[in-house]
């Protein structure tokens, strides 16, 4: 018993569980086809009951997947060679791009806000849902300095991002919304890094806007939602 604790507690065992369960959900979406078969998604979830029915602590997880999160950063620098290749292109067009990021920032904090509000959630609630449409370290950043829930802040952007992976693209053609401009600014701004990853199908232009939207709604969100939330809660 003790030798299968010591197992399903290493490093390297917990980060080959990860990296099998998400090339096992990349498999089963390619074999299916289901876009609802979004490996992040299943992949959260399947972890996630695979670490309570092996009694891992999230210590010993997070350790693991340290050196995945590690990784990250280089690939997330990747996305400014698309952006450098169109970046003639796109500051051409630098007026309707910060239009629209300032009213994609606003409509992204204050729906969230008005949203629990709706349902009669608490104001801590509402404050850490705030920044759901950004990258998750801006978006932990904005919910600690303005009194929020972590931990919700954490889930609604999981949420965010895997909703615009899913339904995004369809949603956009369905409002006759298919210029890459418009698409690759509507995901980056609304669904950050994992609808930016979604694009990466889609070309080189397509990215090169979602890695704008994605920054410039970071940048925005961490300056304005501080100005905005305090008012509306």
Known sequence: MKDVQTLTTSPVFL???????????????????????NPTLVTTVVMIALLLTLGVEWQAFEKASGYITFWLQPAVVCLAVPLYLQWQKIRTQWLPIIVSQVVGSVVGIVSGVWLVQLLGGQPQTAVAIAAKSVTMPIAVEVAEQLGGVVGMTAAT?????????????????????????????????????????????????????????MILNGVLTAFLAPLIVPWLV
Do not use: C, E, K, N
């Not at 980060?15 to 078969?37: D, E, I, K, N, Y």
């Open 15 to 37: 980060l080959l569980l990860l990296v099998a369960v998400f090339h096992a959900t990349v498999w089963l979406r390619g074999r299916t086809g289901w876009q609802l078969v």
């Open 157 to 213: 952007v999981l949420i965010a991002g895997v909703v615009g992976q899913v339904i995004g693209i369809g949603v956009l053609y369905y409002a006759r919304l298919r210029r890459p401009m418009a698409q690759g600014l509507a995901m980056g701004t609304a669904s950050h890094a994992l609808g930016t990853a979604r694009v990466m199908q889609m070309g080189q232009r397509f990215v090169a806007y979602a890695t704008v939207g």
